[in-house]
């Protein structure tokens, strides 16, 4: 079992950056590759990032490459996303979710562990 807890959601205005993180407890974190999802009010829930067990690839879907950064802290059983430049189409609640498998994995299907999401809003 891995219980996984986000935080760093809140509001900030377009153009401006904001620091999610995860913190995960329970089996070892490195054994899973991590995942940011984000749903917004209406909308399915939707990949946004991942990372790789031991942190050394990552993945984006293409509305966020170039602005968001997942980066990871084994030591300190965290993973974190960076998003700078946001959007109001950001908003969402982001969740994060860790998965056995070894490669990249887009479908929340593939995540066996989730938190119970952080809300990000972006106003214009």
């Known amino acids: 079992q891995v219980q996984l807890v986000e935080s760093g959601g809140g509001s900030v205005q377009a153009g401006g950056s904001l620091t999610l993180s995860c913190a995960a407890s329970?089996?070892?974190?490195?054994?899973?590759?991590m995942g940011w999802f984000r749903q917004a009010p209406g909308k399915e829930r939707e990949f946004v990032a991942w990372i790789s067990r031991g942190g050394g690839n990552t993945y984006y879907a293409d509305s966020v490459k170039g602005r968001f950064t997942i980066s990871r802290d084994n030591a300190k059983n965290t993973v974190y996303l960076h998003m700078n430049s946001l959007k109001p189409e950001n908003t969402a609640v982001y969740y994060c979710?860790?998965?056995?498998?070894?490669?990249?994995?887009?479908?929340?299907?593939?995540?066996?562990?989730w938190g119970v999401g952080t809300q990000v809003t972006v106003s214009s």
């Open positions: 329970g089996r070892t974190f490195s054994s899973y590759a």
């Open positions: 979710a860790a998965t056995s498998w070894g490669t990249v994995v887009r479908g929340a299907a593939a995540y066996e562990y």
